[in-house]
C-alpha cells in the first residue's frame, strides 16, 4: 500500500530574508499579506500547536513548501498559491485551491478543508 502525500504550499519565498520580510510584513501590514496559509497557521512564535498536532494524525505524509521551491521543483505547475496538493501520477494535483484556502480565517476553517479530502 501506497503512503498518501498531500503537499502545502506557501505563497511566500524560502530562506532567511524570505522569512524575516514574511515576519515583518504580518506585523506591520497583516491585511495585504499573500500567503493565508501563513496567516493561520503560524504565530510569531512558529507553528501553531492545534496545526501542529492536527498534521500529527493524519494519515498522510505531510511536506510543506515555499512557492521558489514549488516553482522550481513544478515548473509547468502554475496554479495561484497557496494551495494543498496530492500525487497521481507523480505529478501535485491541487485539491485545496488558493480561492478556497484564502477564505480560512481559522485553524480550524483549514483543518475543515483538509478533513473533506478523505
Not at 498518501?4 to 524560502?14: M, P, R
Not at 501590514?29 to 492545534?50: D, E, V
Not at 494519515?59 to 513544478?74: G, M, R, S, T, V
Request: hydrophobic fraction near 40%; proline fraction near 3%; charge should be negative.
Amino acid at each position: 500500500m501506497s503512503t498518501k502525500k498531500i503537499l502545502f504550499v506557501y505563497n511566500a519565498d524560502s530562506g532567511f530574508f524570505g522569512a524575516m520580510s514574511d515576519y515583518a510584513h504580518k506585523i506591520i501590514s497583516p491585511n495585504t499579506y499573500s500567503c493565508n496559509l501563513c496567516m493561520i497557521t503560524y504565530s510569531m512564535l512558529g507553528m501553531k500547536k492545534q496545526w501542529k498536532e492536527f498534521l500529527e494524525e493524519l494519515e498522510y505524509e505531510i511536506e510543506f513548501l515555499h512557492k521558489d521551491e514549488f516553482n522550481k521543483a513544478y515548473p509547468d505547475c502554475t496554479h495561484e498559491l497557496p494551495a494543498a496538493f496530492i500525487w497521481m501520477n507523480d505529478q501535485p494535483v491541487e485539491v485545496i485551491s488558493a480561492k478556497k484556502l484564502n477564505t480560512c480565517r481559522t485553524v480550524e476553517d483549514l483543518i475543515q478543508l483538509v478533513r473533506e479530502l478523505d
